[in-house]
């Protein structure tokens, strides 16, 4: 029996990145205006990242399918639909990107995407998310802890809590034309929350660029709290003194908390969040406290009443 | 010239105003097969795998979509009579209810089978605690009495006076179904209120028929 064997290409044979994009930037400015305004400008989603140190965690949870992972968001400055923002992130501009640090801080600064990308090592970390709303995913993200960036701008002793801000911007976001919520979306954190070594910094997933859909270019991951705690598309980091009041409080401050930790004891207003919907499993699964990240994160918050701090 | 179209036109509403059997046996034909459509639709997104990540929770949606909407159609029926003079519409609305009916019990039958799968334990503590559960429930539980009646023998076995009755649950139902929607809506109202205003404009022309016939 003969094996058919794919002839081997020779390196000379394959374009350099650079050159291929290149290539690509071409093609699209010869298209003229009418088509490049259909392409998926400045969005660089899908590109693999380079020297990402692979994840030795060995979950024994499945990973979601990066299908579903893109394709099923609650991102509602695209619209409040499930598959609104991969239908409508395509607007998103991510270059040029700044995210400005300040408030309580030695170095107030403000850093370029380009920075920030090489600020740390990256690293792929599979996390459970679990999303207020009863379903859940198991993601391998790409990125590094906040607290790497957090300790270059020298937090001061004033800076007991971290406020993430989101791109407001109706014109690319254009779910931001209707009031569903206060823009910009606001979230923030404990500082002792935001310097947890688990509180991600996350730049992509499944080892490329994090797509629009799912907060691009740079987006927090806190995988022990509800999804929306998870700020994404951030522009600006405030350091501040005083619990900053974040979007979904404002919006209903008797369902959502500041803290909204994962909790199958503490029900949302109007459902149970005693189980969850795994994506592309039947049949519910018991939903852990802190989301299975208790051993790691529970001491954060011993001598408080999470029935009332929810 | 003029004259003469609107005299055309005016036969024509004539001719709509009554309708003989055959034409009226094809319209059912038709609203029945269009009545399909939305299950038809649902059924070959779920063999290709179109329903997106969370299949379940878009069938739930979807069905309880389409019982809203027949309702507000049953609903639309008499109001629309009333304006129209096509009294052949009514002979339409028992098919449009058992369609709502239909789409219930599809929503119904997917939570108890494909959401709660039988736990029986979780979906009791749901009518209890869950404020859209607790009304959604009692909502599907009334229609089962409507569906049940709407034949010519139980008219007949009920008397005309008290099936009316009966029917009138149609109102809270209605109601409620919305209700049910608007509580269960984590922000964006736009799809609850959509059917709360349809179903206010049916309830309020009602309302200006009612009080129209004790004044007269």
């Known amino acids: 029996m003969t094996v058919y064997k794919l002839p081997p290409i020779q390196p000379s044979e394959i374009t350099p990145r650079d050159l291929f994009h290149d290539r690509r930037r071409f093609m699209q400015l010869a298209a003229g205006a009418s088509l490049t305004a259909l392409l998926p400008q400045n969005s660089f989603a899908g590109e693999p990242l380079a020297g990402v140190t692979k994840s030795t965690d060995r979950l024994i949870d499945e990973l979601t399918p990066l299908k579903d992972i893109t394709s099923y968001n609650n991102f509602y400055e695209f619209g409040t639909g499930k598959e609104d923002p991969a239908k409508n992130a395509g607007s998103l501009k991510t270059r040029p990107w700044t995210i400005t640090v300040e408030g309580e801080v030695n170095k107030p600064k403000v850093f370029d995407i380009e920075e920030l990308l090489k600020l740390a090592p990256l690293e792929e970390r599979i996390y459970r998310l679990r999303c207020v709303e009863a379903w859940s995913m198991v993601i391998p993200w790409v990125g590094y802890s906040l607290a790497a960036l957090l300790k270059q701008v020298e937090p001061t002793s004033k800076a007991k809590f971290v406020e993430f801000i989101s791109l407001h911007d109706p014109e690319q976001m254009q779910g931001q034309k209707s009031p569903t919520l206060n823009w910009p979306y606001k979230e923030g954190l404990r500082i002792d929350e935001a310097m947890h070594p688990l509180t991600l910094l996350a730049v992509g997933l499944y080892g490329e660029v994090l797509p629009n859909q799912n907060g691009a270019p740079i987006r927090i991951v806190v995988p022990w709290k509800y999804g929306f705690k998870s700020a994404k598309s951030i522009v600006k980091i405030r350091l501040v003194e005083k619990m900053p009041v974040s979007s979904w409080v404002e919006a209903n401050p008797n369902e959502y908390g500041f803290y909204s930790n994962v909790n199958p004891d503490v029900d949302h207003a109007r459902w149970s969040q005693a189980k969850e919907r795994r994506i592309g499993e039947f049949l519910k699964r018991p939903t852990l406290p802190f989301n299975g990240y208790g051993e790691q994160v529970a001491s954060l918050y011993t001598g408080m009443d999470l029935t009332k701090d929810f | ?216």
């Not at chain 2, 209810?97 to 599809?106: D, E, K, M, P, R």
């Not at chain 2, 009966?166 to 959509?194: C, M, N, Q, R």
């Not at chain 2, 205003?197 to 007269?216: N, Q, S």
């Open chain 2, 1 to 216: 010239m003029t004259q003469h179209s609107a005299e055309g036109t005016r036969t024509k509403v004539k001719n709509l105003k009554t309708l003989n059997n055959t034409v009226l046996s094809w319209l059912k034909i038709s609203v029945f097969l269009i009545a399909l459509i939305p299950l038809t639709k649902l059924a070959i997104n779920a063999y290709t795998d179109n329903l997106g990540a969370n299949p379940i929770e878009k069938i739930t949606h979807i069905t309880g979509y389409w019982t809203l909407s027949f309702l507000l159609i049953t609903l639309t029926v008499t109001p629309l009579r009333r304006l129209t003079g096509w009294s052949w519409l009514v002979r339409l609305r028992r098919m449009l209810g058992l369609f709502a009916f239909f789409y219930a019990w599809l929503h119904f039958s997917t939570y108890l089978v494909l959401d709660q799968f039988f736990d029986w334990a979780s979906i009791v503590k749901d009518i209890v605690k869950r404020p859209y559960i607790t009304v959604g429930f009692p909502v599907f539980v009334l229609l089962i009495p409507l569906a049940i009646t709407s034949n010519n023998r139980l008219i007949k076995l009920i008397g005309g006076k008290r099936w009316l009755t009966l029917h009138s649950l149609i109102y809270p139902i209605a109601i409620g179904g919305v209700v049910h929607f608007w509580w269960l809506v984590k922000k964006d109202i736009t799809e609850p209120l959509t059917f709360a205003l349809l179903l206010a404009v049916l309830l309020a022309i009602r309302l200006i028929y009612w009080v129209r016939t004790k004044w007269a």
